[in-house]
């Protein structure tokens, strides 16, 4: 009998630190090692999860899994409960945001605090197309032309070309990778939309957007902050998509300062 997508699958991790537990969700087609250089900021004074999500880094893809935001969601459920862990702070990046964004949403008692990366309440139609050129790249034109796409919607140009070094690791490794997760999830992205909810959110929001992103406009990010109750965002200037990458010293500077603010206004059972 072929394995159920729907049961949760046990989800490969890294974890340092001690202290409040804070989960890092990465985006789409991406892995736990995007966090690599915000984790060791952040773990001097927190428990820092960072698990690869289903189809994604070592985490595996069960045979009929469609990566719905429910199969997503359960799992990481699954995740803290296997580990005994109620409310935890939720650091999610892109698509990694918008499923922590719905998680808060459907458990808020799994929460403690919510940081937004580059994240939205909706897919709209650029994000829509966004996605679509990808993969139209990479199927008219090849690994090549697509690297090529990615490095120009997800950085700022000056970035990237001060670290070619990510440029060329970016471009060998979509030569090796299988995409079929990446291309699942990003059909049930597209219809991601939780903007008639947000304002019933009461905890501690963060919003950080980069004015420069090719991929979530930031207005995104004023739409969250204008609809959360007590949300606050930071917008960095001169920074495209990828955060964690470009902006990992600042972006663990904020999301710091919102779990400590978190942990002293509320303290729920953590365990």
């Known amino acids: 009998m072929a394995p159920d997508p729907s049961v949760p699958v046990e989800l490969s991790f890294r974890e340092e630190g001690s202290g409040t537990p804070v989960v890092l969700v990465h985006g789409l087609g991406g892995d736990r090692l995007l966090w690599n250089a915000v984790v060791p900021e952040l773990s001097t004074e927190f428990r820092v999860i960072v698990p690869d999500l289903r189809g994604h880094g070592d985490s595996p893809l069960p045979p009929g899994s469609t990566l719905s935001f429910d199969e997503l969601e359960g799992d990481l459920l699954a995740f803290l409960d296997r580990r005994g862990l109620g409310a935890v702070h939720w650091v999610g990046f892109s698509a990694g945001a918008l499923l922590a964004l719905r998680l808060t949403l459907n458990h808020p008692d799994r929460a403690r605090s919510l940081t937004l990366v580059s994240g939205a309440a909706y897919c709209d139609a650029h994000q829509r197309a966004v996605m679509d050129r990808w993969w139209s790249a990479y199927d008219s034109e090849g690994p090549d032309a697509f690297a090529l796409r990615l490095l120009k919607d997800l950085y700022y140009p000056d970035w990237i070309e001060a670290h070619l070094e990510v440029a060329d690791m ?3 490794g979509v030569v090796e990778r299988d995409f079929s997760a990446a ?8 219809a991601f939309d939780e903007k008639n909810r947000i304002a019933s959110l009461r905890l501690p929001t963060l919003m950080v957007q980069a004015m420069d992103d090719a991929v979530v406009d930031a207005s995104h990010g004023r ?10 965002i930071r917008i960095l200037v001169q920074t495209g998509h990828m955060v964690p990458i470009e902006r990992p010293k600042e972006l663990a500077e904020s999301i710091r300062a919102m779990l400590q603010k978190a942990d002293r206004t509320s303290a729920p059972s953590a365990a």
């Open 223 to 232: 739409i969250l902050r204008q609809t959360i109750p007590g949300a606050q």
């Open 183 to 190: 291309r699942a999830w990003g059909k049930a992205i597209a």
């Open 170 to 172: 970016l471009r060998e």
